[in-house]
């Protein structure tokens, strides 16, 4: 494992409707080692839902991506990770379980981050699922549950001991949902709560925070999700800081325009004219832009192509007038 993550060191997150496809394709383009698919139900697999199969798709030119389950039910996430890995083959990196989501809808159900108040059941997952493939397997959590209470080092050391061949932490309690900032500190204590190796996640937001991380913590990768939203150049800029090199600039917004453009071009090819997913990915790369706050509204009623690239000539109309 040491060695995947020293071919993979910068990792896009798995992210519940927005680590798509067409996501997942600029990630990779602008520099992510390895993306991951959205977050994937074991029971939606289980009863062959063909909408959570089809997360499981790969972009053009995608070789491998790495695919996290979330469930809470050791059998059912054996047997579906057994399926993941005889359908997608050579195409499948490694598995992760998502022990970290704080979403109410998750945790409600025992899954995502509901699991670090039952550590014996989150470890006869993890024991369940690695006798069931012969792929890597992962486990994301956070610093602990309740706000104050860090327990992610002893549970880093439970889910080794259950046979997880690597852990990523992020640096908040699930209480906290994302307000507040991460604490990278609980990564660096979990690194030397385990051999296996860590992967860093929690307010990574340009190529300094990654490299800040990396020297604090002494992690074996970063992984970066909401700081890439509407910013896939992000990790050009990590990768640049990573190699001691001069961060590239940021993009112009004649750039930020055409990777949107891009995006939705992306979406439109792979999932026919209703597009309305793209309505978030707009508003994350339109932000800050002149007429922005206006265009807002606007995004809201797009559906196809041609609805937001409507907006994005207005918007770029603006900036040419305030240039």
Same mark, same amino acid.
Request: net charge negative.
């Given at each position: 494992?040491?060695?995947?993550?020293?071919?993979?060191? *910068?990792?896009?997150?798995?992210?519940?409707?927005?680590?798509?496809?067409?996501?997942?394709?600029?990630?990779?383009?602008?520099?992510?080692?390895?993306?991951?698919?959205?977050?994937?139900?074991?029971?939606?697999?289980?009863?062959?839902?063909?909408?959570?199969?089809?997360?499981?798709?790969?972009?053009?030119?995608?070789?491998?991506?790495?695919?996290?389950?979330?469930?809470?039910?050791? /059998?059912?996430?054996?047997?579906?990770?057994?399926?993941?890995?005889?359908?997608?083959?050579?195409?499948?990196?490694?598995?992760?379980?998502? @022990?970290?989501?704080?979403?109410?809808?998750?945790?409600?159900?025992?899954?995502?981050?509901?699991?670090?108040?039952e550590p014996k059941l989150a470890a006869?997952?993890?024991?369940?699922?690695?006798?069931?493939?012969?792929?890597?397997?992962?486990v994301k959590f956070r610093r602990g549950?309740?706000?104050?209470?860090?327990?992610?080092? +002893?549970?880093?050391?439970?889910?080794?001991?259950?046979?997880?061949?690597? +852990?990523?932490?992020?640096?908040?309690?699930?209480?906290?949902?994302?307000?507040?900032?991460?604490?990278?500190?609980?990564?660096?204590? *979990?690194?030397?709560?385990? /051999?296996?190796?860590v992967v860093g996640n929690g307010d990574?937001?340009?190529? /300094?925070?990654?490299?800040?991380?990396?020297?604090?913590?002494?992690?074996?990768?970063?992984?970066?999700?909401?700081?890439?939203?509407?910013?896939?150049?992000?990790?050009?800029?990590?990768?640049?800081?990573?190699?001691?090199?001069?961060?590239?600039?940021?993009?112009?917004?004649?750039?930020?325009?055409?990777?949107?453009?891009?995006?939705?071009?992306?979406?439109?090819?792979?999932?026919?004219?209703?597009? *309305?997913?793209?309505?978030?990915?707009?508003?994350?790369? @339109?932000?800050?832009?002149?007429?922005?706050?206006?265009?807002?509204?606007?995004?809201?009623?797009?559906?196809?192509?041609?609805?937001?690239?409507?907006?994005?000539?207005?918007?770029?109309?603006?900036?040419?007038?305030?240039?």
């Amino acid at each position: 494992m040491e060695g995947l993550f020293g071919k993979y060191r *910068v990792l896009l997150a798995p992210m519940a409707g927005v680590s798509d496809i067409a996501f997942r394709s600029l990630c990779r383009e602008a520099g992510a080692d390895m993306a991951f698919t959205e977050m994937v139900s074991a029971k939606g697999l289980s009863f062959a839902n063909e909408k959570t199969r089809h997360l499981l798709v790969l972009a053009d030119g995608e070789r491998q991506v790495a695919v996290q389950l979330f469930g809470h039910e050791p /059998a059912v996430m054996a047997s579906q990770a057994a399926w993941i890995e005889q359908e997608m083959g050579e195409s499948l990196a490694y598995l992760d379980i998502n @022990m970290g989501c704080p979403a109410r809808k998750i945790v409600s159900k025992g899954d995502g981050s509901a699991l670090m108040k039952e550590p014996k059941l989150a470890a006869s997952i993890v024991s369940a699922v690695k006798g069931a493939v012969a792929h890597p397997v992962t486990v994301k959590f956070r610093r602990g549950w309740a706000e104050g209470d860090e327990t992610a080092p +002893v549970f880093a050391r439970l889910m080794e001991e259950a046979g997880a061949d690597a +852990v990523t932490v992020h640096g908040r309690y699930a209480e906290q949902l994302y307000r507040g900032s991460a604490d990278w500190g609980v990564i660096g204590r *979990v690194r030397e709560a385990v /051999a296996v190796p860590v992967v860093g996640n929690g307010d990574i937001r340009c190529g /300094a925070d990654a490299v800040a991380m990396a020297a604090q913590t002494g992690c074996d990768a970063v992984m970066i999700a909401r700081g890439a939203e509407g910013n896939p150049w992000l990790f050009s800029q990590v990768q640049a800081a990573l190699a001691g090199e001069p961060e590239p600039a940021p993009p112009t917004v004649g750039e930020r325009i055409a990777m949107a453009r891009r995006h939705a071009e992306l979406l439109t090819h792979r999932e026919g004219r209703n597009i *309305v997913r793209m309505r978030k990915h707009a508003m994350w790369y @339109m932000a800050g832009l002149p007429g922005a706050a206006a265009a807002r509204g606007r995004i809201n009623y797009c559906t196809t192509l041609e609805d937001f690239n409507q907006v994005f000539d207005d918007l770029l109309a603006i900036a040419w007038e305030h240039s």
